[in-house]
């Protein structure tokens, strides 16, 4: 696609549920961002992935947040035994090609945990 | 990562310049200064970056200090369309083997731009 996808736009779940959200980045970015911004807050990093592997785990805030990437493409954060605390919209970027160091965003996934 | 300062918030009329200032005493050789904007209930866009030559693009100028402690991000003629969240960003790059990375972006505060018609 032209821009970076980011499904479902809207989530809503009940605390303790498990969430998967996905990101299709630009065709050929080798790397691929998760970021959340929490109301009120700014923008927090949570992984970074160049290719399949992540070199930046930092700011996954707990064991309930883990995240993969296949292929070099997709990706899916996976929060499990969600908490109110991870209402937030969760961003994903990518980035690549011969302007490597701009990232693209997404236009987020917003969940609601009740 | 370096830190930056910025105002919390500043106004202007459509079609008048716009100025956003961001102070960034203790940036590195090494650092590029990026902006980024966020719209309301959308993902952050990219604006402009430089290193130490003040630059030009379709969206916006960019003008680094002769210490590069400082930068101010410039929209010739502000439309309501840049009401938005404005971020000023250092950030390092790492040369290795395998090429140049980038890493993370650490976002601020920034800066809420205001655009009265």
């Known amino acids: 696609g032209a821009g970076v996808s980011q499904s479902p736009s809207n989530k809503v779940t009940e605390k303790g549920k498990d969430v998967e959200l996905r990101c299709d980045p630009i065709s050929g970015h080798t790397a691929l961002y998760w970021y959340r911004q929490s109301l009120g807050q700014g923008l927090e990093f949570l992984i970074y992935?160049?290719?399949?592997?992540?070199?930046?785990k930092s700011g996954l805030p707990s064991d309930r947040f883990s995240a993969e990437r296949t292929g070099g493409s997709v990706s899916t954060l996976t929060i499990q035994r969600t908490q109110q605390e991870d209402s937030a919209v969760y961003l994903c970027a990518s980035s690549g090609g011969l302007a490597e160091d701009i990232q693209y965003f997404g236009a987020g996934t917003r969940l609601s945990v009740l | 990562d370096a830190k930056t300062t910025q105002p919390n918030s500043m106004e202007s009329n459509e079609e008048e310049p716009v100025h956003l200032p961001c102070n960034h005493s203790t940036i590195s050789g090494t650092d590029y200064i990026h902006w980024y904007r966020q719209l309301p209930s959308q993902g952050p866009e990219y604006v402009i970056h430089?290193?130490?030559s003040n630059v030009n693009n379709r969206m916006a100028s960019l003008a680094i200090a002769e210490d590069r402690k400082s930068s101010t991000l410039i929209l010739h003629r502000a439309t309501l369309r840049d009401a938005a969240v404005y971020y000023c960003i250092l950030r390092a790059s790492t040369f290795n083997a395998g090429g140049t990375s980038y890493g993370k972006l650490t976002f601020g505060q920034g800066t809420i731009l205001t655009v009265h018609p």
């Open positions: 992935f160049q290719g399949n592997s992540a070199p930046d």
């Open positions: 430089g290193l130490t």
